[in-house]
């Protein structure tokens, strides 16, 4: 019996043994290839980190007159033209008004003037100053220095009294002749400045890689302050600056831009032009003019554009 009991425990125990042996290898075995998973992830991981450099985004350089915050300045040459006014003087002793009185402009000759610094004031010009607030829109600061010279050989409507014999009796049927200067000589050729404000909206036409043409339309308005050079019945002559009215214009222009950055601009606006405050003597008040009149111009002249922003 004892045999027997001490043959069964062994068997027993080889059993469990064996048992415990194979219970235990996979558990080993497992552990292994799942701490070896996890070392080859890491691994791929790791390669995959590496393997994927970082990159600066790159920005674009924007099309020349289109971006926000681009700016331009512009310097240029006018030609002007005129609709007859009526003109209304007032002062001591004359209360009257000239009608249908016309002008023109007064280009000076082409030389050196046109590009010497010293004199550029002597010619009609143009100066522009633009910001883009927005993509395509700018802000526009402009001084548009034209000339008008009232033709002098003309004979004009008169309305109105004059208290002086003298050039009462040069109205003549309702009608006086200004050809001999000795009623009247108007002009504003220092000049009829319209300093002006606008906005432009622009639109590119074409892009090249050294050229682009680019379209603008827009409207603008601002004050006249001309240099009027009046001589009215022989009084000493009024040539000084002052504030003397509003005006308000519609302009389109065609920019030739080249290198993105040089440009050359021909510019065509109409406006209208309301002065009521024109002095015609030495005396502050009561001497004064007034008159209002459609205009047009037509510009041309160089320019340069850059960016404020940095662009790769």
Request: aromatic share 14%; net charge positive.
């Amino acid at each position: 019996m004892k045999s027997l009991l001490v043959v069964g425990l062994m068997i027993s125990g080889f059993i469990f043994g064996q048992r415990a042996t194979n219970d235990t290898l996979p558990k080993e075995r497992s552990l292994e290839e799942a701490i070896g998973y996890v070392n080859v992830a890491n691994q791929s991981k790791k390669i995959t980190i590496e393997t994927v450099p970082f990159q600066n985004e790159k920005k674009e350089k924007p099309l020349p007159l289109s971006k926000k915050g681009q700016i331009f300045a512009f310097f240029g040459w006018n030609r002007g033209a005129f609709s007859n006014s009526d003109i209304h003087f007032s002062g001591n002793g004359y209360d009257f008004q000239l009608n249908n009185v016309s002008a023109r402009d007064r280009p000076t000759k082409l030389g050196i003037v046109y590009i010497d610094p010293s004199w550029f004031t002597v010619v009609q010009y143009n100066f522009r100053a633009g910001y883009f607030i927005k993509d395509n829109l700018a802000l526009v600061l402009g001084i548009d220095h034209m000339k008008y010279v009232m033709n002098q050989n003309q004979t004009v409507g008169f309305s109105g009294n004059i208290s002086d014999p003298k050039y009462a009796a040069m109205v003549q049927n309702g009608q006086v002749n200004l050809s001999d200067e000795q009623f009247l000589t108007f002009e504003h050729t220092d000049g009829l400045n319209y300093e002006n404000l606008g906005l432009e909206k622009y639109k590119s036409l074409v892009h090249k890689k050294n050229i682009d043409l680019v379209w603008s339309y827009g409207a603008g308005l601002g004050f006249m302050f001309p240099k009027s050079n009046v001589k009215l019945f022989g009084n000493e002559r009024s040539d000084r600056f002052h504030v003397a009215g509003m005006a308000t214009d519609l302009r389109s222009s065609l920019n030739l831009v080249f290198w993105n950055h040089w440009m050359i601009r021909a510019e065509a606006k109409a406006g209208y032009i309301n002065m009521w405050d024109i002095k015609t003597t030495l005396n502050n008040k009561p001497d004064k003019a007034r008159q209002d009149f459609v205009f047009g111009q037509v510009l041309a002249g160089i320019g340069y554009t850059f960016n404020t922003k940095k662009y790769n």
